[in-house]
């Protein structure tokens, strides 16, 4: 069965430091998103991405914050200078369109000393 | 605004017991309706959806919910629980003028022998 799958599964990272989680995303699928669940918290949108563009994004998603789709399979999140408050579980998600069921990855917990 | 509320953080049942949770929305119309499982350390799940049509939805594991206008609910159901159910459950809207999936602070169920 199609899965996301996220790399890494645990990054230790320091704070001030750029961190990019990896993303594949379900092959046939158009729409591309990052979720984040900090730890004991709901889990929050931060942005979606369609036609290489981003559709929608949250009030977290700052500009501390970019993704991009390099290459045909690959969606990726970057923070450009990671903070204290930046430790969560970050999700990747796709879908074939609009409105349609998100299938979620596994997850890559940051962690920010 | 739009809002998910699951009004049990946490729920303990005994194997082979019944189960419902809770969930209800705050939106001006209908949303796409989700339920989604995490189990420790792993991503999120789908159980079910609901789009339009039949109110009683069918989902995997044995899952069903059901959507109530009238009370802007989407209750999560199984009729007898497994030891394997433990785990955290997240009820999910998803607006129509919107890519975004809101979700609610999850309730922890604890299964009993």
């Known amino acids: 069965e199609p899965e996301v799958t996220q790399t890494p599964s645990h990054q230790v990272t320091q704070m001030g430091q750029e961190v990019i989680l990896r993303c594949v995303p379900i092959?046939?699928?158009?729409?591309f998103y990052w979720y984040r669940q900090i730890l004991g918290q709901k889990v929050e949108f931060l942005v979606s991405?369609?036609?290489?563009?981003?559709?929608?994004k949250s009030e977290i998603f700052d500009d501390q914050f970019s993704v991009e789709r390099p290459d045909g399979s690959n969606f990726t999140l970057k923070i450009r200078s990671t903070k204290l408050e930046d430790s969560a579980m970050y999700f990747c998600?796709?879908?074939?369109?609009?409105?349609?069921?998100?299938?979620f990855g596994q997850g890559t917990r940051l962690t920010v000393v | 605004a739009q809002s998910v509320t699951q009004p049990d953080i946490h729920i303990t049942v005994s194997e082979g017991a019944s189960l419902e949770l809770r969930c209800n929305y705050s939106y001006g119309a209908t949303p796409y309706l989700f339920w989604y499982v995490q189990s420790p350390g792993q991503g999120l799940q789908l159980l079910l959806k609901?789009?339009?049509?039949?109110?009683l939805v069918q989902g995997i594991k044995g899952f069903e919910a059901e959507f109530k206008r009238s009370q802007s609910s989407f209750n999560l159901r199984k009729p007898s629980v497994h030891w394997s159910d433990a785990a955290e459950y997240f009820c999910a809207v998803g607006p129509y003028n919107t890519d975004k999936l809101i979700f609610g602070t999850g309730t922890r169920l604890q299964v009993f022998p």
């Open positions: 998600a796709s879908s074939e369109g609009a409105n349609t069921e998100a299938f």
């Open positions: 092959s046939n699928h158009l729409y």
């Open positions: 991405f369609y036609n290489n563009e981003i559709s929608e």
């Open positions: 609901y789009f339009s049509g039949d109110t």
